[in-house]
């Protein structure tokens, strides 16, 4: 499978483990978003979103959206599981990651800030903007996962962890204030001693600067 991916990309990161944990090779194939290689007319056509990930099977298939990714991974690659087998389980870990992909990431994403900064809003007040919304996310995903297992519904990874661990990522780098959140800063150490997350880390990528 070939990925277009960038290295601190957190919807990249996402895919990233979910191959990682699943045991699938893949080509990266790295789209520099600081250079606006996704506006590329050549990879527009590959993902009219404009952004990544795009992952092209090996069947030649293209997918796009993190998180149709993820649940196409999750039905052709069903071990190890990402969901729960229970409905009511899977839906609440759902709602978990996709408080993190629909609430927080959207947001505050690249061409969101940009905007921001076109419209006159200062680089002090995008980053503000950004922690505003990662502090928010952040404090409805902790009230939403158990309470006291190593991962955020369980005893393994899941769909939860994928998103949490790279939106963590950039909390850091914006500098969110973490402390209310050792909840989840506990599961994103038991995460990133795991190999396949340590793998997808974006300090690890071939196109990491
Ligand atoms: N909802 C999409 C978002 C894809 C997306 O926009 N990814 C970001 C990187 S995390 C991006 O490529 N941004 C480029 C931009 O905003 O210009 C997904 O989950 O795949």
Redesign the pocket.
Known sequence: MKLYT?WR????YRVRIALNLKGIGYEPVPVN?VAGE?RASDYAKVNP?????TLVTDEGVTL????AILEWLEETHPEPALLPADPAERAHVRAAALGI?TDI??VN???VVGQLKTMGHSPDDTVDWMNHWMSEGFAAFQSLIRPDTPFAFGDAPGLADICLVPQLYNARRWGTDLTPFTRLTEIEAACLAHPAFDAARPEAQPDAT
């Open positions: 960038y990309s957190t919807t990249s978003l996704q979103g404009l952004g990544v990930p796009t959206q993190s998180m992909a990431h959207p994403n690249l061409r």
